[in-house]
């Protein structure tokens, strides 16, 4: 479920979404999905790829292994969301993501990239908390 007007999400287990009201602004959540909320990696394949590798002579090695690399930092989380979205609705320019990063790991928070978006970021920290470190605040 997500807020159509404050980017606000939380997750439902099951097919057929409960109503339910935005927690920050109090506006009407709108399903999304449905979304996997199992493990979308497996390490120990991701570790084997990295080991055969150097093995591989399409050209394609460099990009391959920051995808592999990107995809072994990867949270284990069901959802991301895109800092320039919520840069855009915070009406400020949205800064490295590596920063983005940085600060909600700096925190305490988990956060990481997720390996099929360059804007996609995968966190634990509240959406408020995401929206202080994007604005500078």
Known sequence: MQCPHCLYRSEQAGMLPEPEECALCGAALVPVGPLWTGSINDDRVICRMQEALP????????????LLATCRQE???S??????????????SPGSIATVIEQLQALGYRASRAHYSG?????DATLQIL????SGG
């Open 55 to 66: 093995g591989v002579t399409a050209g394609t090695g460099p990009r391959v292994a920051r």
């Open 75 to 77: 949270l284990d989380t």
């Open 79 to 92: 959802s991301h969301y895109d800092y320039h979205v919520i840069a855009k609705a915070e009406r400020v």
């Open 119 to 123: 804007t996609a970021l995968k966190t």
């Open 131 to 134: 929206k202080e470190v994007i």
